[in-house]
C-alpha cells in the first residue's frame, strides 16, 4: 500500500503534543473572545488591570494565530513532511525542545499582555521586551525568541526537504518550502521595522503588509500544503489539475503578498501604492478560483465522501468558506466599500470566516483523520464528533452574517452622522447573537476535547481502512 | 521549476522582496521626499507643554507633583510617553481608530482628514490607526473635552456618555477621583492627540 509507507519515519509523539497543546490554547483564545464579547453586552464579569477586556482582545486574536495555528500546523508538518519526503526530520530531541520552547513563549507573551507590555502591531502583539522605540529593556524579549523558535522550526523541516531536493517535488511541499522561509522573513520585518525604522505612514504600509503576510504567506501555504496532502490520500485519487496547482502557488507567491497596504486604504499611505494593492487583490480572486475549482473537481465522481469521511466534510466546508472569504476580498477592497464597511464589524466577521471557518476547518480535517492514527485508537464517541462539527459549522456561518450585517449597519449609520451612541445601540441586538454563536462554537470546541482526551485513553482497537475512501466511484 | 532552490530563491526571498519594495520601500521613499515630512522626536513634540497638562498639575498637586514634579519639557515628554504605553498596553487602539478619512463624512464628525506628516513624530512609532471604531476615532480628540470629562468618563463611562460600551478604568485614580501617575499620563496623551496639526476645528458639529 503506497499510502502506508513511510509511517516509521514519523513521530507521532510530537504530533500528538502539539495538536493537544494547540487546542489548548484554542480554549483560552475562544474563552478570551467570549469575555470580551461580554464586554459589549454590559456583563463583562471582571474588574481591574490584568483582566481588563482589552487585553482579552490581544489573547484572542494572538493566541488564535501563535497558540492554536502554530502547534496545529507544526504538528501537521511532523506528519507530512517526512511522508513526502522519505526522510526523518533533523532530530527528535530537537522537536521536543521546539514543543517546549514554543509553549514557554505562549505562556510569557500571554504575561506580557496581561501586564500591559503588548507591542502596538496588530496580531504581532508579541512583547519586544524592549520599552516603544528604545532599547530598554521592561520584560523578556519575546520577540527575539519567536524569531529563535522559527528558525529552529524551519532547521527541523527544511533538513529532509533539502536532503530530498534531488526529488521532484509534490505541490504540498512547494508551498510549505516557500511558506518556511516566508514565516521567517514575515516576522522579523514586521516586528522590527515599524518599531524601531518606520514611524506613521511608512510604518502602516509595513505593518499592514506584515498581518497580510502572516495570514497569506505563512497560513495559506500551510492550509493549502495539507489540502493537497490530504485530500488526495483520503480519497484515493490524484488531484483533478497539474497546470491548476502550478498557477495556483505561483500566482499566490507572486501576487498575495502586493496587496499588503489593503489593510489601511484611504489613508495617509500614498495612492498608487493603495492602488497597486487594491488591483492585486482582486487578481488573488482568480488565482482563489482555480484552486478552488481544482479541489472540487477532484472531489467530482467521491461526492458520498462528504457523507463517509469527517475529514473530507471539515476539508470540504472549509473550502467553501475560503470561497467566500476571497470572493469578499475581491468586492470589500474597492473604495467604494472600504468608506463603509472599514472600521466595522463587517471586517471582525471576515477575519473569523478565515481563521476559525477556513484553516480552523482544515486543521480540525487534520485531526480528524490524524489523531486516530496517533494514538492508534479509532474515535471514543461518533456523535460528538457530529456534534463538534455542526456547532462549528453553524456557529461560524451565523457569526460572520451576523456581523456583516452589523458592518453594514454600523457604516450607512457612521456616513449619515447618526449619533455614536445610537449605532452602539443598534449594534447591540448583533452583538448577542455573535455571543451566542461563540457560545456554540467553544460547546463544540469542548466536545471535540473531550473526544481527543477519551480516545486517547479508551477507544476501540485502530483500524486502518477504515480511514481511506475506496478506489472505485461513486 | 518547482526545485528546491528555485522555491527558497524565487518565490520564497524573491516574489516577498518584490512585495517589500512595492509595499513598504516605495511608500517609505515617497513619503520621505515629500516637504515638510521631518520626523519629530519627543523632545521636539514636548518643547512646550500643553494647556491641559499644566491644568492637571493645579488640579492634582500631590500627585503630580509626586510622579512627575513640575511642569517642563521634561516631564511633559515623560507623561506623553507614559501615556501611549499605557494606551498600547490596555489596548485601546483597538477600540479607537487614529486616522480621520476623507469619506463618510468623517471631516465632519471629527474635523480635518489625517495628512501623513503629522504621524512623522515618535509618538506614532510603530502607529496608531487601529483597524475598528467601536468607541469614535480618537485623532482630533486633544482640547475637545475637559480634563474633568476625562476623569469622569475613565471612572465611569456611562455616567457620562450612557449607552457606551467602554470599559471602566477607575484603577488610575483614587477614591477622590484624583489620577496616579498612569492617569495623568493617559489624559496628557489624549489631550495631545491631534494637536501635531495646527488648525484643527475643535468645535463639534454633531455629538461623536
Redesign the interface.
Known sequence: MAARTGESLVNYALIKAHLLAGACLLVVSMLAGYLYSL??L?Y?PF???IL????M??MHTNMAAYGWLVNGFTGMLYYVVPRLTGKKVLSDKLGHLIFWAWQLIIVLAIGGYL????????WG?TPTGF???TFEMNYVPVDLLVVVGAVLVIIQFMTP??QA?EQ??Y?T??YF??G???LA??YL?GNI????M????????????FIH?LVG?YVTPMGWGLMYFFVPLILRKPIWSHSLS?IG??AL??FY??G??H??L?????D??EF??ITTTIAIEVVVTTVVVNFFMTLRGKWSALRTSMAIRWFYVGAVFYFITCFQCAFQVT?MF???I???DW??GHAHLIMFGVFTFWLFGVIDWLWPRVCKREWYSESLRGWHFWLWSIGVGAMFFDLMIAGLVH?FM????N???DI??MSEPFWWVRTVTGVMVIAGLFCAIYNMVMTAKAGAAYQEDKHYIPAQAD | MERFYTLVFIAGVGCFAIAFLLSMVFPWMSLYSYHGMDYQTLEQLAEKPSKEFVLLAEKFPDSFKQHYGAVTPQSYAQALQRGRDVYVGQACWHCHSQYVRVVSNEHVRWGAPSSAQEYQNALNQPHLWGTRRVGPDLAREGGRKTNDWHIAHFINPKSVVPHSVMPPYPFYFDEKGVPDADGIALITYLQWLGTVQAGIPVAERVTP
Request: aromatic share 16%; net charge positive; proline share 7%.
Open positions: 464586554q459589549f454590559g463583562y474588574s481591574g488591570s481588563s477586556p482589552g487585553h482582545r490581544l501586564t500591559d507590555k503588548a507591542q502596538a502591531i496588530e502583539e520599552r516603544p522605540g526537504i533539502y531536493r521532484k517535488f505541490v511541499l512547494w518550502t516557500a518556511l522561509v516566508w522573513l514575515t520585518m521595522m515599524p518599531e524601531w518606520l514611524p506613521g505612514a511608512a510604518g502602516a504600509a509595513t505593518t499592514g503588509l503576510d504567506l502550478v502557488f505561483w507567491a507572486f503578498p502586493l499588503g497596504v489593510h489601511f484611504i489613508s495617509p499611505i500614498p498608487y501604492v497597486g494593492a473604495w472600504q468608506k463603509v472599514h472600521f466595522t471586517v471582525v457604516g457612521q456616513r449619515d452622522l449619533d455614536w451612541s452602539l445601540r
